[in-house]
């Protein structure tokens, strides 16, 4: 079983950036894909960016292209989320997602089975 704990949330301006990061830990990292959701209150947890357990694949929401960067080092166990020219809208709590791996980056928070706790992002306008 993997556990994971996010980390790097907070509060920035509108047009900043953030890191976050999530440690895996109790499982064999490299056989997991990973993905980012997030949740804004009064809203269904939605996808972010997801990475496939080599690394060869990634996917983002349409609403995050061009300014998230998803990336994993499966040597130090850690999957990261760069996010540049944060907007309102990107607030929500962002949760770190794990499922045994596949071919393709999957998008349905339903297929992960391992879920981290949250971190929250705000961002002022």
């Known amino acids: 079983q993997v556990q994971l704990v996010e980390s790097g949330g907070g509060l920035v301006q509108a047009g900043g950036s953030l890191r976050l990061s999530c440690a895996a830990s109790g499982g064999t990292f490299s056989t997991y894909d990973m993905a980012w959701f997030r949740q804004a209150p009064g809203k269904e947890r939605s996808f972010v960016a997801g990475i496939t357990w080599l690394g060869s694949n990634t996917d983002y929401a349409d609403s995050v292209k061009g300014r998230f960067t998803i990336s994993r080092d499966n040597a130090k166990n850690t999957v990261s989320l760069q996010m540049l020219s944060l907007k309102f809208e990107d607030t929500a709590v962002y949760y770190c997602?794990?499922?045994?791996?596949?071919?393709?980056?999957?998008?349905?928070?339903?297929?992960?089975?391992?879920w981290g706790q949250g971190t929250q992002v705000t961002v002022s306008s």
């Open positions: 997602a794990a499922r045994r791996f596949g071919t393709t980056v999957v998008s349905t928070a339903t297929l992960y089975t391992h």
